[in-house]
């Protein structure tokens, strides 16, 4: 284990300093600060897999927009909690045009980041009805979710969708909701870690339900736009995003701008709230908020107390890259495509390595090249992989914490990889493989 692409001293010293109790269990921050301090220590560069910084330039238009807006002097003026107005029209448009759904502009609304429209959405959620106080997560998953629901203080359940695609999703959601206390379900589509596409069948198992077992739908489209099994920037034409939103009208949508647009860093995205839910009355809200609707209560009892809305300028930014999309200028899905071919590549090299794919098909059809995959090393748990990658300069995360019932793997994100260091990730899994020898199976 001395001779490691990376300094073998350093590098251990460096996770005690940590402090971590276990590399498999610790966040994705938490690894960052880890593998900028090695950095730094040893003056190499490690392959970085463990975030998904957009590893690409952000939307200019969005950039123009926003220093326009900055120079009209924004900055001094509180936006409305709601969003403004041209936002919400433009996100309504982009629902309609690249979902196919009808949503009204006034269910369209800002949030810092999708990380506070979920936020904000557990702690409403769970309070509609008493008896539902519990999300239940399609995994594996975006671990902050789960954080998120920590320090809430809330319930969640789990499964891995892996073993219940197709027809079996319908009898385990069926079991699972039958219990009555489900207020939401949350996936991410395409899905973070594992890059697996409901299909339009398990979207409308799904739909179905939810709608018996009246639980709201929360469908992160973190991703959107991003299967690039089919093209879908034709506006207002199909092939449409995946949406449970066409089968359902019991929905949240969560739509980031940080990865499809790149503007990760202004913090922005946007909750879009079905016109049946947002008009919804649930009396058990009256404990918390001043009205029982729910939209209503989202914006002027969740939102306002969170952060008085979102950024000023940054709502100027996002109203331009919807407007230009929407308009058929701003083809934000042929700019992200480079993650997929990224993948691709760096996938080919960690399978001639002795890797192995850990979520490898969707449902009948091997798994897509996205913004993520998932990868295991026969022998290893995706703890000791972690332990002994980071020797060899590559960071991910463990499945672990993913809500993955395949412990054995890691989470491998392709963004902040340059293709000029595909000559390093391939030295470096080179020297992995002779140093990890694979035992053949007996016969
Ligand atoms: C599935 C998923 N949901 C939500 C987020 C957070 O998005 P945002 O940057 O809009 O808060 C991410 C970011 O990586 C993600 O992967």
């Given at each position: ?413 392709v963004s902040s990889v340059q293709r000029d260091q595909f000559p390093d990730l391939e030295y470096r899994?080179?020297?992995?493989y002779e140093n990890h020898p694979v035992k053949k199976p007996q016969l």
């Open positions: 284990m001395n001779d490691t692409p990376i300094d073998y001293k350093i590098v251990k010293r460096k996770i005690e300093e940590s402090n971590l109790i276990s590399l498999s269990k610790a966040t994705i921050r938490e690894i960052k600060k880890l593998i900028d301090k090695i950095e730094k220590a040893t003056g190499e560069k490690y392959i970085r897999m463990e975030m998904g910084i957009p590893g690409l330039p952000p939307a200019k238009v969005g950039v123009d927009a926003e220093i326009a807006a900055l120079k009209k002097g924004v900055a001094s003026i509180y936006p409305d909690i709601q969003g403004i107005h041209e936002l919400k029209k433009e996100s309504s448009r982009f629902v309609k045009l690249f979902l196919n759904v009808e949503v009204d502009p006034e269910g369209c609304v800002p949030t810092v980041g999708s990380m506070q429209g979920s936020f904000a959405a557990f702690i409403i959620l769970n309070r509609m009805y008493e008896k539902k106080n519990t999300v239940l997560f399609l995994d594996p998953g975006f671990p902050v979710h789960k954080q998120q629901l920590n320090v809430l203080g809330q319930k969640w359940e789990t499964f891995d969708i892996y073993d219940y695609r197709a027809d079996k999703l319908r009898v385990k959601l069926e079991e699972v909701l039958s219990k009555g206390n489900i207020s939401s379900i949350l996936y991410s589509n395409p899905n973070n870690p594992s890059w697996i596409c409901f299909t339009e069948d398990e979207l409308k198992i799904i739909a179905e339900a939810a709608d018996k077992y009246n639980a709201v739908v929360l469908e992160d489209l973190a991703y959107v736009g991003m299967d690039f099994r089919k093209d879908l920037y034709t506006p207002g034409r199909p092939p449409f995003q995946a949406t449970v939103a066409r089968y359902t009208d019991n929905y949240i949508l969560f739509i980031s701008s940080s990865k499809a647009f790149s503007y990760a860093g202004q913090r922005i995205g946007m909750m879009v709230i079905s016109d049946k839910l947002f008009n919804r009355k649930c009396p058990d809200l009256n404990k918390y908020y001043s009205s029982d609707k729910f939209g209503y209560a989202m914006i002027f009892g969740t939102i306002y107390p969170l952060s008085a809305g979102v950024t000023h300028s940054a709502q100027h930014a996002l109203t331009a890259m919807y407007k230009a999309a929407n308009n058929g200028k701003f083809n934000f899905v042929d700019i992200v495509k480079e993650y997929g071919e990224k993948a691709k590549v760096m996938k080919k090299l960690f399978t001639d390595n002795g890797f192995y794919i850990v979520y490898k098909t969707d449902v009948d059809e091997p798994i897509a090249d996205g913004f993520y995959f998932t990868i295991a090393y026969p022998g290893l748990t995706g703890e000791e992989l972690m332990n002994e990658l980071i020797y060899f300069g590559v960071s991910a995360i463990s499945l672990a914490i993913t809500g993955s019932e395949r412990t054995e793997g890691i989470r491998a994100c899994l080179k020297k992995f």
